[in-house]
């Protein structure tokens, strides 16, 4: 097999098929109705995705079992609204009704973006010199207890001249605001999430497919060979850390972006262990599988399991179907992934266009054909 | 010849109550092979440990072509409790406890004795992670693939040590799906990435066959040419050891019982009494 052959037609097959959803997604947002459901999962599918996808860089390809991400993404998304609100709102009382904001400016939508991915980054490396001395467990919890520190202090009446206390944040720049650079025309909002989180999530695999990610892998394989390999322990677990919150910043800025409002209560540790089931659901170790589990998952509660809270249908004469009944049903898809498909959709395997080719080899060709191909691939 | 590449001086390994190695102080010196042995549970590894800093020695210092790269005199409880000597010898020394990583940085480096490769990873990217830490490139530089010139290089440089060690056919295999011996040739690979100028091998024959044995020896021998290294290793094989180091140091309960030429080793009765014990009626 040509190696070198398969790579470039995989970069084309990728290329092309980005091409294909960029510009479907744009058809669809000229053509349908903004207000549509689908809309709202494709958004919020792709902002759990970045975020999946950086805890998947700490937890899966780095070995650190932390727990902070929703503490990170609360950051990423009051830095964000703070630093884009219009000066106007900020001095009339509509949103700082019993503070006076101490922050007198306001900035465009991506430098408050990439702001917020850097105050995010700052606290991690704080948060990470006495937090990644520990192992396993104890950096869960105390990751853990960071992020409901940080979401206790944004609360803080305090901080209420910047954080507005613990009151709802609205008013800044969301996703409406945002126009084609040097016009007024909008961006299509979903392309914008879409755009913004690819983006983001492609550095990602640069860099775990770099000399650095191969690194973390080492570490997350075995610490101590590692180490006896000159690889930095401390270092390489603070930048992976750093990295990641880096990234649940700005997903958190685009999650205050989709929401219109947002406030601190919002970001508590049940936010973590949803982005955390994403990512066992996806598969430990697996950026696609991160990115497929965010928008299965994200779709099932937004979406296709809303039916079971309506409680209008009656089953068998009994009002089975009421609000909440959506979360029964929920756990118990979730219990079924664990229980048999403990290593989630994709294992800790990437997407291939050689295993989709080799599928539909298969299908056309008879099975006992595909397999020649695949021991000959051997 | 004669220059010290290596030298312990007084290392003494406390554990609570237990010395685990006991005021050992040694040479090896530049393009030797020199070998550690001794009964189980001597204290060789931890020894070694002590080197690579991994533990950081009770008592002692150890230097590197030169220069003290870990020192360390009794401090706190283990004052009271210390149970070796010359412990006020080092007390002027401040004490240096360097990682592991940097004690592999200088130029040691070592394999493992129950072999330690990175289990997800290929044959290939086992040997080429070994080779990010004399990288020059840093995190954005490599991410966005400014230093893909030095990465290139990397990948040759791991093509051309696979090819030697004859693992080129396994490199997109998983390391640990290799058979036993060539796990171990991959790890001596993967310490040789590092280009270390002094090599610490734990037990590079285990669980080998006398012939496997023997193969490993030359292939020690020609390694230690060509790339000019020095080897210190704990070896439990005496036909490898006899046959292909220089000098022996013995240890028996964390101490140095004998040392010297492979020859004058088996004729001390010392080490003899070690390995066999005493008859009483003798």
Not at chain 1, 108 to 131: E, N, Q, W
Not at chain 1, 318 to 342: A, E, H, P, Y
Not at chain 1, 354 to 375: M, N, P, T, W, Y
Request: glycine share 8%; charged share 20%; aromatic share 10%.
């Amino acid at each position: 097999m040509d190696l070198r052959k398969n790579k470039k037609r995989d970069g084309i097959c990728t290329a092309v098929a980005l091409i294909a959803m960029f510009a479907l997604l744009l058809i669809m947002e000229l053509t349908m109705k903004s207000t549509s459901i689908l809309f709202t999962v494709l958004k919020k599918g792709v902002i759990y995705a970045l975020v999946a996808v950086s805890m998947n860089l700490l937890n899966g390809f780095t070995g650190l079992f932390s727990l902070g991400q929703a503490g990170f993404m609360l950051i990423g998304a009051y830095t964000y609204a703070i630093l884009s609100m219009p000066v106007a709102v900020k001095l009339s009382d509509s949103v700082y009704k019993y503070y006076d904001c101490a922050i007198g400016f306001e900035l465009g939508i991506i430098p408050s973006m990439l702001l917020a991915g850097v105050i995010a980054a700052i606290f991690a490396m704080l948060i990470g010199l006495p937090v990644l001395r520990l192992k396993s467990d104890y950096l869960a919890i105390a990751t853990l207890g960071f992020a409901e520190i940080l979401r206790a202090f944004f609360q803080w009446d305090a901080m209420g001249p910047v954080t507005n206390g613990a009151n709802v944040m609205r008013q800044y720049k969301d996703l409406t605001k945002v126009t084609i650079p040097f016009t007024d025309i909008r961006f299509p909002p979903t392309l914008f999430c879409f755009l913004v989180s690819g983006i983001c999530i492609a550095i990602i695999v640069l860099l775990i497919n770099s000399s650095y990610g191969r690194a973390f892998k080492a570490i997350r394989d075995d610490e101590i060979a590692a180490e006896a390999m000159g690889i930095n322990l401390f270092k390489h677990k603070e930048m992976s850390f750093v990295i990641s919150s880096f990234f649940a910043g700005i997903s958190g800025a685009m999650l205050a972006m989709f929401q219109y409002t947002v406030q601190a209560a919002q970001f508590k540790s049940a936010m973590t262990y949803e982005i955390l089931l994403i990512v066992v659901i996806g598969g430990i170790g697996s950026v696609t599988g991160s990115c497929i589990a965010s928008f299965l998952f994200i779709a099932c509660n937004e979406w296709w399991l809303r039916f079971l809270d309506e409680s209008a249908n009656n089953i068998l004469g009994m009002n089975l179907l009421r609000s909440g009944f959506r979360k029964v049903v929920f756990s118990v898809v979730i219990m079924i992934i664990v229980l048999f498909f403990s290593k989630g959709i994709m294992g800790d395997k990437e997407f291939s266009w050689q295993r989709i080719f080799d599928f539909f080899h298969k299908l056309f060709h008879g099975k006992k054909q595909a397999v020649e191909e695949v021991s000959g691939n051997e | 010849m004669s220059e010290n590449v290596l030298r312990l001086e007084d290392v003494t390994m406390q554990f609570g109550g237990v010395v685990a190695v006991n005021n050992l102080s040694l040479e090896v010196n530049r393009g030797e092979i020199v070998a550690l042995i001794g009964p189980n549970g001597a204290g060789k590894t931890t020894a070694f440990n002590c080197i690579t800093g991994v533990y950081e020695p009770t008592n002692g210092q150890v230097s590197f072509e030169g220069k003290v790269i870990v020192a360390n005199h009794p401090t706190g409880k283990m004052k009271k409790n210390y149970q070796g000597l010359n412990s006020e010898k080092y007390l002027h020394i401040k004490p240096v406890d360097p990682t592991p990583d940097q004690i592999t940085k200088l130029g040691i480096a070592r394999t493992f004795q129950n072999i330690r490769l990175w289990k997800s990873m290929t044959v290939f990217d086992n040997v080429l992670t070994a080779k990010h830490m004399r990288a020059k490139q840093n995190v954005f530089t490599a991410t966005f693939r400014i230093s893909a010139a030095e990465e290139r290089r990397m990948r040759e440089e791991t093509m051309a040590l696979l090819e030697e060690q004859n693992l080129v056919q396994f490199k997109d295999d998983l390391a640990t799906s290799l058979p036993y011996g060539l796990q171990r040739r991959l790890e001596i690979a993967r310490a040789l990435a590092t280009e270390p100028k002094l090599l610490l091998l734990d037990e590079p024959a285990a669980g080998m066959n006398p012939q496997e044995t023997e193969e490993l020896g030359q292939f020690i021998m020609q390694i230690k040419e060509k790339y000019d290294l020095t080897i210190f290793m704990i070896e439990h094989h005496m036909d490898l050891v006899m046959k292909f180091s220089d000098r022996i140091y013995v240890i028996d309960f964390g101490k140095l019982i004998a040392k010297g030429t492979p020859a004058e080793i088996q004729a001390n009765p010392k080490v003899i009494e070690a390995y066999l014990g005493v008859t009483d009626d003798e």
